[in-house]
Nanobody
């Protein structure tokens, strides 16, 4: 089992930046993939970015087209955390952002709200 706790959401103006963090309850080198999804009001949950986290190279990162070039996913093996650096934020990035982990099962965090508004 993997417990996931997100932090770092909030209100930011268009063009601003936020950094989301996801703390995992176990060694992320034993997890196949971690990443971020988001769900905006009235819409389905969608992929934002994923990163292969299991021990050994390579560590692939995958991004949804709307966030390519603006968001960066990274990890810290020492503290079992995955991050999402979000730059050049747009109002359409407003959503609840969920941390995700996949072993032979899938796990989700409780979500953190990101609001991009002037």
């Amino acid at each position: 089992q993997v417990l996931l706790v997100e932090s770092g959401g909030g209100l930011v103006q268009p063009g601003g930046s936020l950094r989301l963090s996801c703390a995992a309850s176990r060694n992320i080198l034993t997890v196949n993939t971690m990443g971020w999804y988001r769900q905006a009001p009235g819409k389905e949950r969608e992929l934002v970015a994923t990163l292969s986290t299991r021990r050994g190279p390579p560590n692939y990162a995958n991004y949804a087209d709307p966030v390519k070039g603006r968001f960066t996913i990274s990890k810290n093996n020492a503290n079992n955390q995955v991050y999402l650096q979000m730059d050049s934020l747009k109002p359409e990035d407003t959503a609840i952002y969920y941390c995700y982990a996949r072993t032979i099962n899938q796990y989700w965090g409780q979500g953190t709200q990101v609001t991009v508004s002037a």
